[in-house]
């Protein structure tokens, strides 16, 4: 009997053993698959030479935001109540509340570029955002003058995935400029939605 009650106790530990290290490993591949859904922004200005205009700290103040599930629910709020003005205002070149958002695309790379609305400009941009469903090798976001077309720079993502975020607040103000999006690299980029601040 005690032959038994010692069999016993030796595979409970290795039960409760074994249940530990799976818990362990999956904490550690959730943790791994976090650090690698993070990335870096890169700038380059009107001759594609690379810029700096904020720190890793205010990049990071940027994506925070769109990490917050509360903050999130509300951009997709935001999202379905613009298309709805969006849609009942067709005519108009501007609107007043500040936020342009637009809907799912996919960029091939036999067609590689979307204009944001058409090619509309914004006033005093603040951030362009994009929420990608898949990790393409490089997605740009690039700038041009409204009125003018010139171009003024671009903003990088690299092998980037969920919410991505490029501040334009480094633009000359009181100018408006329209936004393309690039898919530059050798896969698709799928967009579920995003939105242009400014003003």
């Known amino acids: ?29 959730n943790n791994n698959s976090s650090e690698d ?16 205009p904020y720190s890793e700290k205010e990049l990071e103040e940027f994506q925070k935001i769109h990490e ?3 903050i999130e629910n509300r951009l ?26 637009f809907g799912e695309t996919i960029l091939y790379t036999h067609r590689p570029s979307m204009w944001i609305k058409s090619g509309a400009g914004f ?36 092998k980037q995935s969920y919410w991505v975020v490029a501040p334009w607040e480094h633009l000359h103000r009181a100018r408006s400029y329209k936004f393309k999006l690039v898919n530059a690299g050798s896969d698709k980029v799928h967009i579920k939605h995003g939105n242009v601040r400014y003003n």
């Open 123 to 158: 006033l005093n941009p603040h951030h362009v955002d994009a929420e990608l469903m898949n990790r393409p090798p490089i997605f740009e976001i690039h700038a041009y003058g409204a009125s003018s077309g010139s171009y003024y720079g671009k903003a990088v993502f690299e």
């Open 76 to 101: 997709e709020d935001t999202y379905r109540e613009n298309l709805e003005v969006q849609e009942k205002s067709r005519n108009m070149d501007t609107f007043s509340r500040g936020l342009y958002s």
């Open 68 to 70: 917050d599930k509360t």
């Open 1 to 29: 009997m005690k032959y038994f009650y010692a069999l016993l106790l030796i595979s409970i530990t290795f039960i409760g053993a074994g249940l530990v290290f799976s818990s362990s490993t999956v904490h550690a591949e």
């Open 37 to 52: 859904n993070t990335g870096t922004i890169q700038y380059y200005d009107e001759n594609n030479n690379p810029i700096y």
